[in-house]
């Protein structure tokens, strides 16, 4: 039996989804076929949220297992829509890695020590956001690219192609924020000049996560269950959940779900395990930064329903605290 693996052809992608098939072939002892999906999202241009939020990076991949193109599609989790897809399964999420975001700055700069005026690059508006909050002064830029394009944006960084100031292309911003999750991936953990602690700026739900689908029939069968699958994928994949990390990213996704956040707004979660109890942390922008809320909760039901429920109730103090009339939570 050969395990085929959907995967977008990005270098991260497939960088992420290399390493993924490599462990599942470890843990399975079949041989693996790495199946490459072209995507909306890495043909269309333009904002993530003119493009139709971040199901353009999934929905090709899910056809492609509906389709019975591929067995299973390796997605980073943030791009995942929090909505269940009719036929398909979460099944496992590997141990998440570092969810903090990075600045990538000329001459190592960090956060306060970029000048007033200096222009900094993201094409998320979560990330836009916090930085306008943190730093007002500062003139966020919108772009979009993969992480090596973007990089690219900043002169002198470790491993880029060129040093021409191209407005639009190279060398043209002071700095840049990526995800730490995706520069370790690929190599690049040289580019960042400071990590951006979580009391700076949340991450998005999910971040630091992958997320490996396959079709329900071929799932890892619950207990109790008689749907799903006992056979040699499906315990493979069983084999690379990590518990704590599923139970983290469903507070988050959980939280989302109830916001009606969509790709576009302001949102940042993150949730961790500590001893007996599940912290989620979550925060709603403006998106010119000028007003925040944010608050914490925690719950001791570390089961799937548990942490649901945990995202559910820090969801709806956000909301009583006035969240949706500072954000377009349902931008998408």
Known sequence: MTVRIGTRASKLALTQTQQTADQLAAVGGFPVDLVHIRTDGDVLTGSLSQMGGTGVFVAALRDALLQDACDVAVHSLKDLPTGPALGLTLAATPKRVDVR?????????????LPAG?????????????????????????????????????PGLPGNSTDAVVEG????????????????????????????????????????????????????????????????????LAALDDPDTRLAVTAERALL??????????????????????????????????????DTKATDGLTDVGATLLGIELAEALLAAGAADIADLAAS
């Open 101 to 113: 975001d990075v600045l990538c700055a000329r001459d190592g700069l960090t956060l306060d020590g």
């Open 169 to 236: 292309k190279s060398c043209d911003l002071d700095a840049v924020v990526l995800a730490a999750a995706g520069l370790h991936r690929i190599g690049r953990l040289d580019a960042v000049s400071e990590y951006l602690e979580t009391a700076v700026m949340l991450p998005a739900a999910g971040q630091g996560s992958l997320a490996i689908e396959c079709r329900t029939a071929d799932a890892p069968r619950k207990a109790g269950s008689t749907e799903g699958s006992q056979g040699v994928l499906a315990q493979a």
């Open 118 to 154: 200096a222009t900094v690059g993201t094409g998320s508006p979560r990330r836009a956001a916090q930085l306008r909050a943190a730093r007002p002064d500062l003139d966020i830029r919108d772009i979009r690219g993969n992480v090596d394009t973007r990089l690219g944006r900043v």
């Open 257 to 294: 779900a109830r916001l009606e956040a969509g790709c576009a707004a302001p949102v940042g979660a993150y949730a961790h395990r500590k001893g007996s109890l599940l912290h989620l942390e979550a925060v709603v922008c403006a998106v010119d930064g000028t007003a925040t809320v944010r």
